[in-house]
């Protein structure tokens, strides 16, 4: 989208290929996606979704479905997926969330006595973590105290001119989580919260971003939440 965005700021028809059923899963719910496809298109950003390309030539894109889009230029932008499989087989407990498939407890140490995990299967980006979870591994062998990465989530904000998204914790609510949500049509500010045993974990912000700071500080904390957040 950071690309799309900037490509028809310098003139260009943009068309945005996305193979999932909604944009910045699964940092975003349903509502925040298609307001997000929204925006994106009212800058002229023509948004194709739940698509899959078969092939590229020298005059565009031709989609699975029979679909063709030409185009002068084709831009990938391409992400991580997980796999999980050989973490689940070794008996690690692993879950879907909006950073991890293995689950992250302290110290690098998976559910299992013996695994360690790291990097993007472990719920984290490479940048802080790798590093930290790499001497956190090599410390466990020894047993060497205070060895291990401690992660903070700081949040996911969206770069394109214009529009305000910020993302922290779970999105993807449970059967026993609650979900405040407010939206003022007016100004399309979105505001979505999901609590988990009475504890903000996850926050969504559309529009008005300006409380990111102190919400993002809650998840990982045991503040008792209050319906007051959401406004």
């Known amino acids: 989208m950071e690309a799309a965005a900037a490509l028809r700021r310098h003139g260009g028809e943009v068309t945005l290929l996305h193979r999932g059923s909604g944009l910045m899963a699964p940092l975003t719910d349903a509502f925040a996606a298609d307001e997000l496809r929204q925006q994106l298109e009212a800058r002229g950003i023509r948004c194709v979704l739940a698509c899959r390309i078969a092939a590229i030539d020298a005059d565009g894109v031709r989609l699975a479905d029979g679909r063709v889009f030409r185009a002068a230029r084709v831009v990938l932008a ?24 293995v689950r992250w407890p302290p110290r690098c140490r998976g559910s299992a ?6 990097k993007l299967t472990a719920r984290h980006g490479a940048g802080g973590s790798l590093p930290a979870s790499g001497r956190g591994a090599g410390g466990s062998p020894v047993r060497r105290p205070g060895e291990g990465f401690v992660w903070q989530d700081a949040g996911t904000r969206l770069k394109v001119t214009g529009i305000e998204l910020f993302s922290a914790g779970e999105q993807q609510a449970g059967e ?15 505001r979505r919260l999901l609590l988990r045993d009475g504890r903000l974990r996850g926050v969504l912000l559309m529009g008005d971003c300006t409380a990111a700071a102190a919400l993002t500080a809650r998840p990982e904390s045991d503040e008792p939440a209050t319906v007051d957040w959401a406004f």
């Not at 796999?83 to 991890?100: E, F």
């Open 113 to 118: 006595p013996s695994a360690n995990v790291a």
């Open 176 to 190: 026993q989580d609650d979900i405040y949500t407010s939206w003022d049509p007016i100004d399309r500010h979105y």
């Open 78 to 101: 391409t992400g991580v997926q997980p796999d999980s499989r050989l973490a689940a087989q070794s008996g690690v407990l692993c879950q879907r969330g909006s950073w991890s498939t």
